[in-house]
């Protein structure tokens, strides 16, 4: 009898450590925190003028518009993530292992359009954003 406890024991604590390693490898972050914004053609420009040609630089143009230059859309929400620069900086490559749906990456680029942009990760470290444009 006591070897049976000890061997099942034994087994149990091998596959403990097998079990957390696959629902951490499977684990794609949690939601950190979503906001609403407006995309208007103050946010489709940069600092000097330029038309931006992409949307996560719109996106981010427009939380730097919010959070830096105190430049906000009737319909812009805060957020607390992206009121940090270096949060700001890392938007291309969060946008990359996330998503922005259908059109929605047309209609920033022409302005005009709210979106709601959710920010996934762990603890306060932003992994990725999801996009999508809601009318």
Known sequence: MKSFATSLLI???LALPAMAQSSISSDSGRLI???????????IMNSNGETLTEAWQIIRQDRANYHRF???DAGDESDSF????????RMEAMLAQGSIE???????????AHIRVDIYGHGNVGERIDVRVED
């Open 102 to 112: 259908g059109e929605a990456a047309e209609r920033i680029l022409s302005g005009d």
């Open 82 to 89: 992206f009121a940090s620069a270096a949060n700001r900086q």
């Open 70 to 72: 105190h430049l906000m």
């Open 33 to 43: 925190e979503s906001y609403r914004a407006y995309i208007s053609q103050v946010d």
């Open 11 to 13: 087994a149990t604590a």
